[in-house]
């Protein structure tokens, strides 16, 4: 889409940052460094892109803004052919490539969050969806409900006799169970998937339960306060109202090739053999913070993990950056003196750490980086990019400094360029006090 049709590129400044020098004859976008938005949210941050399109599909904790993408996008300096995201997460990577007609492969480990992303970016047809809701709605009317159908759920999730405390009252599990097998009826699985997604979005929202960075808690007052299904009907309708608003107005976007592999991107980017212009992602941070318990809630109901067995795989896929699981830890292969420094730190200060696990943690965390940033270096096109957004953590009053240590793997890794810009500041835990003392940095690599 080399001149795109003046709707398109006004839809695309409504709802997504401001497109790439390349991309249009308007305005092109400011430096990296400049480019802030209006609210001053970081471009690193997603405090900007709650609201645009595709971005409201399911609300993600943590997740880079549009503006980052297209900046790193802009700032090769010429327009690129195919792009990778090794850490999919809410798919902005994927998404943004595919609005401004470039390939990307993208990797996520998550099956419900590498469902979101296949959704977004999948053509879907809005007359299909259409269709498909007034069969679904019909379909619903006349299903009785089945508690049977979440009997793979945790104790902890339906309201029984005896319980102290449930994730969902019984009324609305049954309701659920309606949603779940209408939905499992559904032969199109594109469409199947996107009714998947939508009712993944509202069911934290309509349960006793929110999730923030401590993990899942229960609401204040909830035994006084509990969901109905009625809520259950309301929020699902106006979530599919929404979403169908972003593939009804983007019908006609770029239809760039975009891959979605689900799995473990220390294994997955193996299976990538097409030169990349551009790595740009952030992994999880080293903080001991399991992120498969954000979506604890989705992976059970949705069905996408129904044992513990299942939960305990899918935690030793992810990057070894909590000690939530027992599993191997290894060190990185190439230098970086601080690295060592903190390590020696780590294990002085053991005693005061609350897992003991931490400094063999941190070590196989920066080995797991570096396998990434491995296969980025051989996908990497000789004029292409390596972007990251990091950001550090602390024990026991010893600093991670992420972007400063992965700078020093990078370079003795062989790559010529590296530049590290530190571009917010965070908040350390409550247990340090809740000051601003975590640098989030971006790490740019070139060959």
Known sequence: MRNPPARYLQTLQEHFATAPTWFSSSDGMDTLNARVP?????????????????????HFKEAFSPSFVTAAIDS??????????????????????????????????????????KAKVSQ???????????GFQASLSGTRSNILR??????TFIEGPDKPRWIFPLTVARQLSRYLTCID???????????????????VECSNIYVNGKGRRYRRAWQENQPTPEKLDALFALQFNTSFEDVLRFEGRPRSRINVIHGDSRIA?????EPIDLAVFSPPYPNTFDYTDIYNVELWVLGYIS????????????????????????????????????LDALKHQQSQLWDASIPAMVGAYFRDLEIVLEESQRLLAPSGKVMMVVGDSRYADVRIEVANVIG??????????????????????????GRLLLAESIVELRS
């Open 38 to 58: 209006a609210t001053g949210a970081s471009l690193t941050t997603n405090q900007d892109g709650k609201g645009t399109a595709f971005q409201r599909w399911f």
């Open 76 to 117: 090769l300096g010429y327009r690129p052919t195919h792009i990778v995201d090794p850490f999919g997460g809410s798919g902005t990577s994927a998404i943004t490539a595919q609005l401004l007609s470039i390939d990307a492969t993208t990797v996520e480990v998550n099956p419900f969050l590498a469902d979101v992303i």
């Open 124 to 134: 879907l047809s809005a007359e299909k969806l259409r269709h498909a809701a007034v």
């Open 150 to 155: 979440l009997s793979h759920l945790p104790p």
């Open 185 to 203: 009826q559904i032969v199109d699985a594109g469409i199947q998937r996107f009714f998947k997604v939508v009712l993944g979005a509202v069911l």
């Open 269 to 273: 980017l193996a299976q990538i053999s």
């Open 307 to 342: 044992s513990s067995a299942d939960n305990a795989r899918l935690r030793k896929e992810t990057l070894r950056s909590h000690v939530q699981i027992s599993r191997p830890y290894d060190a990185p292969k190439k230098s970086s003196p601080l690295l060592s420094r903190t």
């Open 408 to 433: 020093e793997i990078a370079t003795d890794m062989g790559f010529g360029s590296v530049t590290v810009r530190e571009v917010r500041q965070m908040r350390s835990s409550a247990q340090q006090g």
